[in-house]
């Protein structure tokens, strides 16, 4: 079992910045991607940013390239996403997440939050004007 915990969330006005992270323990193998997620009040929650170690690749929403990055620390346990020039869009409860298997997916796929099996608890941001 995977246990998945986010810190780093809060209030910030628009145009500064937040880092996230997201610490996983628990047996995790080869071939997992772990990402960003975020869900807003009424709507679905989507992928925000995924990173595929096994590959060293990374994917983003088109919402948010070049704005925000992801990236995993040397043990690819720890996983940050650091987020700049925020927008009030971009207020969401933002969720760490892991794939056991990304293998042959597309960056779509590796976006899509329905194959994710191990989820945290969230984190809120919250970007005012």
């Known amino acids: 079992q995977v246990h998945l915990g986010e810190s780093g969330g809060g209030p910030v006005q628009a145009g500064g910045s937040l880092r996230l992270s997201c610490t996983a323990s628990g047996n995790i193998y080869n071939n997992y991607c772990m990402g960003w997620f975020r869900q807003a009040p009424g709507k679905e929650r989507e992928g925000v940013a995924v990173?595929?170690?096994?590959?060293?690749?990374?994917y983003y929403a088109d919402s948010v390239k070049g704005r925000f990055t992801i990236s995993l620390d040397n043990n690819k346990k720890t996983l940050a996403l650091q987020m700049n020039n925020l927008k009030p869009e971009d207020t969401a409860m933002y969720y760490c997440a892991l794939r056991l298997w990304c293998l042959n997916l597309t960056a779509k796929e590796r976006l899509e939050k329905s194959r994710y099996t191990d989820w945290g608890q969230g984190t809120q941001v919250t970007v005012s004007s």
């Open positions: 990173v595929y170690p096994g590959g060293s690749e990374s």
